[in-house]
């Protein structure tokens, strides 16, 4: 089992960066896919990046890709999310997720574990 803890949410204006990080203590985070979701009220949370293991693949939700970025360093058990040109759009609770399977999945039942979210503003 593993626990995640996000942090790095904030407040920033339309333009600009943010980078999250996501902690995960108990089983090494080297044996998880991981991934990012998100979730706005009244919404479904949806797949925003995704993983492998080793950090060789990533994956995107056409509406970031280009200007977000997931990575992962697996020796500090650490997954980030570094957000550039912020849009009003991309306001949302920011959730990390591990899932026990072996390939990028964008469902939300596909993951195991569930960090508690960090949210994330951003003003126009």
């Known amino acids: 089992q593993v626990q995640l803890v996000e942090s790095g949410g904030g407040l920033v204006q339309a333009g600009g960066s943010l980078r999250l990080s996501c902690a995960a203590s108990g089983r090494t985070a080297s044996n998880y896919v991981m991934g990012w979701f998100r979730q706005v009220p009244g919404k479904e949370r949806e797949f925003v990046a995704g993983i492998t293991r080793s950090g060789g693949s990533t994956y995107y939700a056409d509406s970031v890709k280009g200007r977000f970025t997931i990575a992962r360093d697996n020796a500090k058990n650490t997954l980030f999310l570094q957000m550039n040109s912020l849009k009003p759009e991309d306001t949302a609770v920011y959730y990390c997720?591990?899932?026990?399977?072996?390939?990028?999945?964008?469902?939300?039942?596909?993951?195991?574990?569930w960090g508690q979210g960090t949210q994330v503003t951003v003003s126009s």
């Open positions: 997720a591990a899932s026990n399977g072996v390939v990028v999945r964008t469902l939300l039942r596909s993951y195991d574990y």
